[in-house]
């Protein structure tokens, strides 16, 4: 499977973030109101309540964003991804499991990100080795750049959001438009090349205001369901940079993998 494929060569991180994004669907054509003007009417009052309802959720999304957390996240192939990440400091400490395909860990001390990979996946990686790389020097595009590998993109996809609607206390629903997702890497655009990439989401906000679950619905372009969930907002994140005998410089045949 493609995409299965494209998280062992380092696409992996995106997953990450959450493999989803935020895009612009065209607005509906305005309803003749008549003589009654009634069609307008509802129509003014539903645009108001999705205005309400994304304000609501978006500011959920910037305070989780403001802060540090603890995540957890499943994703397609069977992918599952736990650690906790601290947005103004800028750090972050994630692993990936891929199941029969490896593990990648990922550790981010301000622009210096280290990556590792276990199983199989290993071999084809430095051996297993913590990999070091700038990540302020990677090309916006790569899978391996400040932009892409930021675990809070899950939420700051959001931002985009449209069709958002209230379901319920804290609950809310809309659609997403996953080719303009800020984890999208080239890789991944080819592979969504030709495929509606317009998938429906649902998130949470908690009794604290942070935003707390998201979940995408990739089930469209064969990828089944996407979610993130938040714990422990404003616990203290601390990241270890791995051991100098550990640790290699990323080689160029793993940046090249991955779009480096």
Same mark, same amino acid.
């Given at each position: 499977?493609?995409?299965?494929?494209?998280?062992?060569?380092?696409?992996?991180?995106?997953?990450?973030?959450?493999?989803?994004?935020?895009?612009?669907?065209?607005?509906?054509?305005?309803?003749?109101?008549?003589?009654? *003007?009634? #069609? +307008? !009417?509802?129509?003014? /009052?539903?645009?108001?309540?999705?205005?309400?309802?994304? =304000?609501?959720?978006? @500011? $959920?999304?910037?305070?989780?964003?403001?802060?540090?957390?603890?995540?957890?996240?499943?994703?397609?192939?069977?992918?599952?991804?736990?650690?906790?990440?601290?947005?103004?400091?800028?750090?972050?400490?994630?692993?990936?499991?891929?199941?029969?395909?490896?593990?990648?860990?990922?550790?981010?001390?301000?622009?210096?990100?280290?990556?590792?990979? *276990?199983? #199989? +996946? !290993?071999?084809?990686? /430095?051996?297993?080795?913590?990999?070091?790389?700038?990540? =302020?020097?990677?090309? @916006? $595009?790569?899978?391996?750049?400040?932009?892409?590998?930021?675990?809070?993109?899950?939420?700051?996809?959001?931002?985009?959001?449209?069709?958002?609607?209230?379901?319920?206390?804290?609950?809310?629903?809309?659609?997403?438009?996953?080719?303009?997702?800020?984890?999208?890497?080239?890789?991944?655009?080819?592979?969504?090349?030709?495929?509606?990439?317009?998938?429906?989401?649902? !998130?949470?906000?908690?009794?604290?205001?942070?935003?707390?679950?998201?979940?995408?619905?990739?089930?469209?372009? $064969?990828?089944?369901?996407?979610?993130?969930?938040?714990?422990?907002?404003?616990?203290?994140?601390?990241?270890?940079?791995?051991?100098?005998?550990?640790?290699?410089?990323?080689?160029?045949?793993?940046?090249?993998?991955?779009?480096?």
């Amino acid at each position: 499977m493609k995409m299965r494929r494209l998280a062992v060569t380092g696409v992996a991180v995106m997953a990450l973030a959450g493999m989803g994004a935020c895009g612009d669907k065209k607005p509906a054509p305005a309803t003749d109101a008549g003589a009654t *003007g009634a #069609p +307008a !009417a509802a129509t003014t /009052a539903a645009a108001a309540g999705s205005s309400e309802a994304k =304000s609501e959720l978006l @500011a $959920g999304v910037t305070k989780l964003t403001s802060s540090s957390a603890k995540i957890h996240m499943t994703s397609f192939g069977g992918i599952v991804g736990d650690g906790a990440f601290d947005g103004p400091k800028k750090l972050v400490d994630m692993k990936l499991d891929m199941g029969s395909l490896g593990s990648v860990s990922m550790r981010q001390l301000g622009t210096d990100l280290y990556m590792r990979y *276990g199983g #199989p +996946a !290993a071999k084809n990686f /430095a051996n297993g080795k913590w990999m070091h790389i700038d990540a =302020s020097k990677m090309p @916006a $595009g790569s899978a391996l750049s400040m932009e892409k590998n930021d675990p809070r993109n899950s939420a700051k996809m959001l931002e985009s959001a449209t069709e958002v609607k209230a379901a319920g206390k804290g609950k809310y629903s809309g659609t997403l438009d996953i080719a303009k997702s800020p984890s999208a890497t080239p890789q991944l655009l080819k592979l969504l090349d030709g495929k509606d990439t317009q998938v429906p989401f649902t !998130a949470e906000i908690n009794s604290d205001g942070y935003l707390s679950k998201m979940s995408v619905d990739l089930s469209g372009i $064969g990828a089944g369901e996407s979610v993130a969930t938040y714990a422990d907002m404003g616990t203290p994140v601390t990241v270890t940079k791995p051991p100098a005998q550990q640790t290699v410089e990323m080689p160029k045949s793993a940046l090249q993998a991955m779009g480096g």
